[in-house]
């Protein structure tokens, strides 16, 4: 999981962004969040250090990699994450380390506790020389400790009824000092400096998406500002619906402000670009012509309708062979559809 907590999944409805429809997800926070349930099929106990060594000494010996037997869900993968060393042969602190402790917790539950982190120190010894597999086991241990010590910070979980984004930035800081406890400066970047940039971002983001002082094209470009402040691989990660569907929700809002095409303009070349803005136009032009060519069309199948001196067979007739030459064939489904409504 890169990140422990994503705060926003955007909605996936639509293609285009005039497609009806579209639920309002932009303030509702991402099931894998912190601020949802933890990451783990149960809670980490307060581990005893003693007896936590104890049990895994006995576990371990089963273990020779920590890839014997492993749990139905880790089998047939890839073990996720590894070492980084310097040249003296020394841990560094790296994402991938983390990303390596999450692989085989993913299994708890399936295996007790004991036995995850008894394959995790037999894996850490069968890849690393002596000094670097203590490094990696001591960092291990203070993972572990962290994680426990996270789950009890329940009690500033914030309500995921009521999006309370104060009280959101405080569970984030409770984290962060809680991370000072465990980890020096230097681990606590390589294993949570790409999950705090994201979760500032999508702070911030929300902040911004919620603000009652800025209209919609001014929310745009401020969420332009946000994206271009993170790093490319996360600009290129951005999913295009995501962009739809905050295109859509902000393009709601100034249809509702009767905005003029200079403003729409301007939203749209914030969140897609001067191409994309150019092509919606496009699309806009595109569809206003054919709402006038259909209002026109109904206003002269109605006359037909009305028209006394007509029998219903030679209405029908007229009124298909006008559609006829008024409509290709695609365009006669969409007309014979609106005629229906």
């Known amino acids: 999981m890169r990140y422990l907590i994503g705060l926003i999944l955007l909605a996936f409805f639509g293609f285009v962004w005039w497609l009806a429809g579209q639920d309002d997800l932009e303030r509702?926070?991402?099931?894998?969040?912190?601020?949802?349930?933890?990451?783990?099929?149960?809670?980490?106990?307060?581990?005893?250090?003693?007896?936590?060594?104890?049990?895994?000494?006995?576990?371990g010996n089963n273990f020779k990699t920590g890839l014997e037997n492993l749990a139905s869900s880790l089998r047939d993968t890839e073990v996720d994450g590894g070492f980084v060393l310097d040249e003296r042969g020394r841990l560094l602190p790296s994402f991938r380390t983390r990303q390596l402790f999450d692989y085989f917790l993913s299994a708890q539950g399936e295996e007790p506790l004991v036995t995850v982190v008894a394959r995790i120190i037999a894996y850490i010894h069968h890849q690393l020389p002596s000094g670097a597999a203590q490094e990696a086991e001591a960092l291990l241990h203070n993972y572990l400790d962290f994680l426990a010590e996270a789950d009890t910070l329940e009690s500033v979980k914030p309500n995921?009824?009521?999006?309370?984004?104060?009280?959101?930035?405080?569970?984030?800081?409770?984290?962060?000092?809680?991370?000072?406890?465990?980890?020096?400066?230097?681990?606590?970047?390589?294993?949570?400096g790409e999950e705090d940039a994201y979760?500032?971002?999508?702070?911030?983001?929300?902040?911004?998406?919620?603000?009652?002082?800025?209209?919609?094209?001014?929310?745009?470009?401020?969420?332009?500002?946000?994206?271009?402040?993170?790093?490319?691989?996360?600009?290129?990660?951005?999913?295009?619906?995501?962009?739809?569907s905050m295109l859509r929700q902000l393009t709601d809002e100034l249809q509702q402000q009767n905005a003029d095409d200079k403003t729409f303009y301007r939203l749209r070349s914030a969140l897609?670009?001067?191409?994309?803005?150019?092509?919606?136009?496009?699309?806009?032009?595109?569809?206003?012509?054919?709402?006038?060519?259909?209002?026109?069309?109904?206003?002269e199948r109605q006359r037909l309708l009305s028209n006394g001196n007509l029998s219903d067979e030679d209405k029908a007739e007229q009124i298909d062979a006008l559609r006829a030459q008024r409509f290709n064939e695609q365009e006669v489904l969409r007309v014979r559809f609106a005629e229906r409504q």
């Open 28 to 59: 509702q926070v991402a099931p894998n969040s912190a601020f949802t349930s933890g990451q783990w099929s149960e809670p980490l106990p307060i581990l005893d250090k003693n007896l936590l060594e104890q049990n895994t000494l006995e576990s």
């Open 160 to 192: 995921m009824h009521q999006l309370d984004l104060g009280q959101m930035r405080g569970f984030k800081q409770e984290l962060k000092a809680l991370r000072h406890s465990y980890f020096d400066i230097a681990t606590q970047e390589a294993f949570f």
């Open 199 to 244: 979760d500032d971002y999508t702070l911030s983001r929300l902040e911004v998406l919620n603000s009652e002082h800025l209209n919609a094209a001014e929310k745009a470009e401020a969420i332009a500002v946000l994206t271009a402040q993170m790093p490319l691989a996360f600009q290129e990660e951005r999913n295009e619906l995501e962009q739809l």
């Open 272 to 299: 897609v670009g001067e191409a994309g803005a150019q092509r919606l136009a496009l699309l806009d032009q595109q569809r206003a012509q054919w709402q006038q060519r259909l209002a026109s069309w109904q206003d």
